[in-house]
């Protein structure tokens, strides 16, 4: 019987946000997909939520010590990152690294949070480090798209792990990093109670509403999405954009965050706060968010033209498409080029609040467009389903199989990398979002 542990950084409860999801529907997809396998999840909060599945359990990490714990119990262990004290057991357990995205680039832009430059620039170089180490650590890694591979191969083969001995024996390299993107949940979603539509003041029954289903934080741009509205509002009074969440539970941003005031004060500036455009202070809990898209009528979401969104993947969309939404994006990333190739929206520069606007328009008063874009979405909800995602992580639990360098090869590299950690970590200030 294999034994895996899934630990979640993210919260996993009835509050929780992507990364949190993404562990829970991971856990759930291998007690499935693994007859003869054991799953536990382990979540940094205490559980509030009933296990989905026979053989997967859900617990809490609790102290280091029991991290340590429940690691030693189990033969594959997946993680976005693993704790320094992993590297004890690194050369008895097989570890699946799950960098689902870019993390150094969105690191960078949370940086700007960090007033001194100097300091920022310690943070940024302790993180540095910090991926160095897991990327040595790891047996197996797991990103969301080809792009994102590209970049972590650039970076696996700049620190001496694609080795000839690593090429020679799988030249794809798909043994040591391969694709499985956040996916989307099976069925549709169920509309249970009225939460939007003439619940929330300012949002009328008929009215249509137009979602961001997730955070405000820098690397969106919330901004052009607010402007477009003051233009939508200027021809038709009955169109409302809800922001869905603020207070993020993994504690990324909250209400208080500058991205989140910047939207907040540009909507009361063009004179259209919970007029045209509405903010839930707080975040929806998981078991409501199929409420608030059963009564939306459009999904959004726009970032900026820079290298975040080449690489990005946005796991909103994964939500948008379960709810069969229509969707107004921006150009730049994989999932905007779906969208508008399927087509299952439509896809705009980045900035351009004119065209966006015209998008959203389009969607509302187009009624054979948006039905064209609403059946498209049965394909493309089966192309992303979580089990099709997920399917070349479950390969790797099953067989065990890893293309990575051999551990006897990495001892030093990590023992090397880990101390660099250790001494850049230690001059950096604590930093609180």
Not at 54 to 71: E, H, T
Not at 174 to 193: F, M, N, T
Not at 271 to 296: D, H, K, M, Q, T
Not at 309 to 335: H, I, K, N
Request: charged share 25%; net charge neutral; glycine share 6%.
């Amino acid at each position: 019987m294999t034994r895996i542990l899934v630990i979640s950084r993210g919260v996993v409860g009835r509050e929780m946000g992507s990364p949190g999801i993404r562990a829970y529907h991971m856990a759930r997809v291998l007690a499935e997909e693994l007859p003869e396998a054991r799953v536990t999840l382990s979540i940094p909060n205490t559980p509030d939520i009933e296990s989905p599945h026979p053989r997967m359990k859900i617990v809490a990490a609790g102290s280091a010590l029991n991290g340590l714990r429940q690691m030693m119990q189990h033969d594959i262990i997946i993680s976005r990152n693993f704790r320094p004290y992993a590297a004890a057991l690194f050369l008895n357990k097989r570890l699946a690294l799950d960098f689902f995205t870019t993390f150094w680039i969105e690191w960078m832009e949370l940086s700007k949070r960090i007033g001194r430059r100097s300091q920022r620039n310690l943070w940024m170089d302790s993180n540095r480090h910090y991926l160095n180490f897991q990327l040595t650590l790891a047996d197996y890694v797991i990103c969301s798209n080809d792009r994102q591979r590209d970049h972590w191969v650039g970076v696996l083969s700049a620190l001496g792990l694609v080795t000839t001995g690593v090429y020679d024996r799988d030249s794809n390299l798909r043994s040591l990093i391969d694709v499985a993107p956040y996916g989307v949940q099976e069925g549709s979603p169920k509309h249970e109670r009225q939460v939007l539509k003439g619940v929330v003041p300012g949002i009328n029954p008929d009215d249509k509403v137009v979602i961001w289903n997730g955070l405000i934080v820098e690397w969106f741009d919330a901004d052009t999405v607010i402007r477009a509205m003051a233009k939508v509002s200027q021809k038709r009074d009955d169109v409302k954009l809800f922001f869905l969440g603020t207070n993020h539970p993994d504690q990324l941003t909250s209400v208080d965050a500058p991205p989140v005031q910047r939207a907040i004060n540009l909507s009361k500036q063009l004179g259209i706060y919970e007029r045209s455009v509405f903010f839930n202070v707080g975040w929806a809990p998981y078991s409501e968010i199929g409420n608030y898209l059963a009564e939306s009528d459009i999904g959004v979401c726009a970032g900026f033209d820079n290298i975040e969104a080449r690489y990005s993947f946005r796991t909103r969309f994964m939500d948008l498409f379960w709810a069969e939404l229509p969707t107004v994006c921006t150009r730049g990333d994989v999932l905007a080029d779906r969208i508008a190739g399927d087509p299952v929206g439509l896809a705009v520069a980045p900035g351009d609040d004119e065209a966006l606007a015209d998008a959203i328009l389009r969607l509302i008063e187009d009624q054979e467009f948006y039905d064209q874009c609403k059946s498209n979405m049965a394909a493309v909800k089966a192309d992303m389903s979580w089990q099709r995602v997920l399917e070349p992580l479950v390969e790797f639990c099953r067989t065990g199989k890893s293309g990575a360098m051999p551990k006897r090869q990495r001892v030093l590299p990590l023992l090397r990398r880990a101390i660099a950690y250790f001494i850049e970590r230690s001059l950096v200030p604590i930093v609180r979002w």
